[in-house]
């Protein structure tokens, strides 16, 4: 990997009533803000221009023996007990976002945590996260707003896995309160829980977090860090972008709050940051954090693509699968039409899952996750996946945003993703191992006629796709 000539990217045009600052670590309104250590950087390079997106300066960071350690990066902000779990899990370096984001992240800056899939944005966050939050206080002090309850239950359990303490460290303090207010879930219980004795941290889906704040259940008076992870696709949501910005605006103020936003895709970002200023859902000295900004999606993965008719989809599917024999992969199949539904069609995942069971032998775990789908169902295919010695995982794009299976190492299109972010973000379902180097296989399968469609993501996301022939 090249080595970075400058820490950061930042870039964002300006209005002539906002002029960019050079000096990027100058001041903050905040003064709880100011009180922290400011890290040793200057200058930094900033651009005018509302350029496409992913092509900019490739600044990825190597790691070597002379890189700090997470330990080294978090010290003095992430209590000891904190570093102490990240070391058990096995997180002894930092991925390069996290080299990056971090010493932001604990200066206090709103900061938009931009890079590639699997790359380690959640552990980012959640590290200033545990730098800023008092366990012993009973206050909402941090929110987390994901787009579904999988990726929910998903950062609930690595912040748990973190704030767990073992007994004999301090055993008078308590150890940080996490709660997760996800749609799907019985809201009673939390009610109460916010009202005795609120969490530190919440990990909430929209729906669920605007319903709690509507009736004064949740405050936000001391909340101090406010993530929106996936942002681009909240944004993009016709369902969740009012109440994203009620929550941004009209909830809570920005000089009360540092704000993070984390994404894999945020495209024509530099639009993106001039409205998070403009509209105040960020400070005005916000810092884009962009990693591998010509390269959006992990150099591990392998693309390749085969032509078959429209009819010959499954059989093509079993044949791939036959050759590769993969022992963990996610197959993405398209949302059924409503037209189909009205038509009394069983859906397509079904039609897939049918086929496989009947005619592919070779894996011993063939699972399904859809959004049509009760969230017992899914929780309890989400867990059949990760219990599972190897899967074959068939689902709708709703396990494309941030689910974690590092063990997968194929995906495949069996239906061609509608655009290059979904593309991008079903295929970074596989290379989840930052320090691993191991090839990863995103196949698509499509008619001559979809061809040019591929075509269209390989120009827009910079990557090559091999034909494959049977
Ligand atoms: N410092 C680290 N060392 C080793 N593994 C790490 C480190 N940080 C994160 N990981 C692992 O990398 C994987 C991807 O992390 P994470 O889910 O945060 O990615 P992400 O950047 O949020 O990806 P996406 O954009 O797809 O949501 C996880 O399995 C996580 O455990």
Redo the contacts with the bound molecule.
């Keep these: 990997m090249p080595c970075s000539s400058a820490p950061y990217l930042h870039s964002f045009p300006w209005t002539s009533s906002m002029k960019p600052r050079f000096h990027l670590f100058s001041h903050h309104t905040s003064s709880s803000l100011s009180q922290r250590t400011k890290p040793n950087l200057i200058s930094l390079p900033i651009s005018a221009s509302l350029s496409s997106p992913f092509v900019e300066k490739n600044d990825a960071v190597t790691t070597n023996e002379t890189s700090p350690s ?1 330990r080294e990066l978090c010290q003095g902000h992430v209590p000891d007990h904190v570093l102490h779990r990240v070391e058990e ?7 390069p ?2 080299s990056k984001a971090l010493p932001v992240l604990f200066s206090g800056y709103d900061c938009v945590i931009h ?10 966050y959640l590290l200033l996260i545990f730098s800023v939050v008092n366990a012993q206080r009973s206050a909402v002090q941090a929110i987390i707003v994901v787009p579904t309850r999988e ?1 929910g239950m ?1 950062v609930t359990k ?1 912040a748990r896995i973190l704030a767990a303490k073992s007994p004999e460290l301090e055993p008078e303090l308590k150890s940080c309160t996490i709660m997760a207010l996800l749609d799907g879930g019985t809201l009673r219980r939390h009610k109460s829980w916010l009202k005795v004795e609120p969490p530190a941290i919440v990990i909430a889906t929209l729906g669920s977090l605007c319903q709690m704040l509507d009736k004064h259940i949740l405050k936000l008076d001391a909340m101090r860090v406010l993530v929106i ?2 942002v681009d696709f909240m944004f993009n949501s016709s369902k969740e972008v009012s109440s994203l910005k009620r929550l941004l605006t009209n909830y809570s103020s920005i000089n009360n709050r540092q704000t993070i936003f ?3 895709s945020i495209p024509q970002h530099r639009r993106f940051v001039y409205d998070c200023i403009q509209q105040k859902w960020t400070k005005a000295d916000v810092i884009h954090v962009h990693v591998n900004p010509v390269e959006p999606m992990p150099s591990c993965l392998y693309h390749r693509f085969v032509i078959c008719g429209k009819t010959e989809r499954h059989s093509t599917l079993l044949h791939i699968l036959q050759s590769d024999a993969p022992q963990s992969a996610i197959i993405f199949v398209g949302e059924q039409s409503e037209k189909s539904k009205k038509a009394g069609h069983a859906p397509p995942t079904t039609l897939l899952m049918e086929s496989l069971k009947t005619s592919h032998a070779g894996c011993p775990e063939i699972v399904l996750l859809e959004q049509d789908m009760n969230f017992n169902q899914r929780a309890a295919s989400l867990t059949d996946v990760k219990e599972a010695g190897g899967y074959l995982l068939v689902a709708t794009d709703i396990a494309a ?4 299976l ?1 063990e997968t190492t194929h995906i495949y299109n069996f239906d061609l993703p509608k655009d290059a972010i979904n593309y991008l ?1 079903r295929a ?2 596989t290379g ?4 691993s180097d191991s090839k990863c296989f995103v196949t698509s399968i499509i008619t001559a006629e979809e061809r040019f469609v591929l075509q269209r993501f390989e120009n827009e996301l910079l990557f090559h796709c091999e034909e494959l022939f049977f």
């Design positions: 997470l899990v096995g997180y002894t370096m930092p991925t976002v996290q890079a590639q899939t699997g790359s380690g944005k959640t552990l980012a990726l998903q690595v992870d996936e984390a994404s894999a945003r941030g689910v974690d590092p973000h970074g379902r989840r191992k930052p320090f």
